[in-house]
């Protein structure tokens, strides 16, 4: 079982920048960010196939967040620009055993929250 600390989250006014780290105990076939705000279902930000570098993103975040991979750190990055309040919610580091859909992720990250003011 892949364990994972997040770390990163915070306060930032909109136009802002914020990056999150996911550290994993071990590499899985795939990593990514969810993120779940007060009376909403969770939801798919960004992932990557680590074996490869292949990324997708939700099409609210393209083009603003940046999903990335250390593999000597075991560690994945999500680095967050233009920020606006809408993405204010928990955000969740996830693992998942293939490739191919947000449904795979089945190994959670503890949270962190990201909180944008306008």
């Known amino acids: 079982q892949v364990e994972l600390v997040e770390s990163g989250g915070g306060s930032v006014q909109a136009g802002g920048s914020l990056r999150l780290s996911c550290v994993a105990s071990?590499?899985?076939?795939?990593m990514g960010w969810f993120r779940q705000a007060p009376g909403k279902d969770r939801e798919g930000v960004a992932a990557i196939k680590t074996g490869g570098g292949n990324t997708y993103y939700a099409d609210s975040v393209k083009g603003r967040f940046t999903i990335s991979q250390d593999n000597a750190k075991n560690t994945v990055y999500l680095q967050m620009n233009s920020l606006k309040p809408e993405d204010t919610a928990m955000y969740y580091c996830?693992?998942?055993?293939?490739?191919?859909?947000?449904?795979?992720?089945?190994?959670w990250g503890q949270g962190t929250q990201v909180t944008v003011s306008s």
């Open positions: 071990k590499t899985p076939a795939s």
């Open positions: 996830a693992a998942a055993p293939g490739w191919g859909s947000w449904y795979s992720f089945n190994t």
